[in-house]
C-alpha cells in the first residue's frame, strides 16, 4: 500500500506562483510515473502534468508553458511549480504515483483558489 500527501496549496492572485509538493510512502514500486490531476467545482477530474520514474515529462495543454513538474527520488516527491496561475486554475489538486505493475494511488488533495 502507497500513501500519499500534498501539500503547498492556498489562496494566490492572478499571475501569481505555488509550489505543490507530494511526498510518497510505504510499498512503492520502483519504476513508476508520478503527476497530478485538478478538478474543479462541477466539472470531471483532469490531467495536469506527470513525471516517470526515467525522466519523461507530460504536459496538458492548459498548463504548458506555465507548470513545471519535477522529482526527488530519493525523497519519494513529486513537486508541481505552478507560475502565472488564472482564475480558470482554481481546483483541488490531486497527486498519483502509478506503478509499471500494480494499481494508481492517489492523495487527498489540496485546494488551489487563484482570485484577486
Known amino acids: 500500500q502507497v500513501q500519499l500527501v500534498e501539500s503547498g496549496g492556498g489562496l494566490v492572485q492572478p499571475g501569481g506562483s505555488l509550489r505543490l509538493s507530494c511526498a510518497a510512502s510505504g510499498n512503492i514500486f520502483s519504476t513508476n510515473t508520478m503527476g497530478w490531476y485538478r478538478q474543479a467545482p462541477g466539472k470531471q477530474r483532469e490531467f495536469c502534468a506527470s513525471?516517470?520514474?526515467?525522466?519523461?515529462?507530460a504536459y496538458d495543454d492548459s498548463v504548458k508553458g506555465r507548470f513545471t513538474i519535477s522529482r526527488d527520488g530519493a525523497k519519494n516527491t513529486v513537486y508541481l511549480q505552478m507560475n502565472n496561475l488564472k482564475p480558470e486554475d482554481t481546483a483541488v489538486y490531486y497527486c498519483y504515483i502509478l506503478p509499471s505493475v500494480g494499481d494508481r494511488s492517489w492523495g487527498q488533495g489540496t485546494q488551489v483558489t487563484v482570485s484577486s
Open positions: 513525471r516517470s520514474s526515467s525522466g519523461w515529462s
